[in-house]
């Protein structure tokens, strides 16, 4: 039995060209293969950095994102809160020794703290 051909017959086009292709893909791999390691250890990195996001779900801006902008107001939370509730809440404690009492369709001014607590809780009937 005759040993197996090595080399590719010389009048074998196909072959010929299935043997350049992918030497010239070898290579370009070969070159390329330092940009593909940078581009996924970049790729790594990225997903360790945490993204941090606003109470809306929306994206924060990094601190090397942050260009100069306008001054962006700041709103600070009113201290107290008018309210109704819609039913009667007797000795509810928010806090350490605070103590409410609340009659259903009565307004009320209270902390806002307070008024967050009882809109958790679904108690609010009506903010005014």
Known sequence: MPAPRTKTNPRDYTGRQKQLLAEKAAAEREKRQDEITMIDSQVRAAKNVPIELD?????MPRA????????????VAPEFA??????????????????????EGQVYRVPYHVALHLESLGYIWQWL
Not at 55 to 59: L, N
Not at 64 to 75: L, R, S
Request: glycine share 6%; charged share 30%.
């Open 64 to 75: 090397a994102e942050i260009t100069e902008q306008e001054p962006v107001p700041v709103q």
């Open 82 to 103: 008018t309210i109704r509730v819609n039913c009667d809440l007797e000795k509810v404690t928010i806090g350490q020794d605070n103590h409410f009492d609340f009659a």
């Open 55 to 59: 109470s809306s779900g929306r994206e």
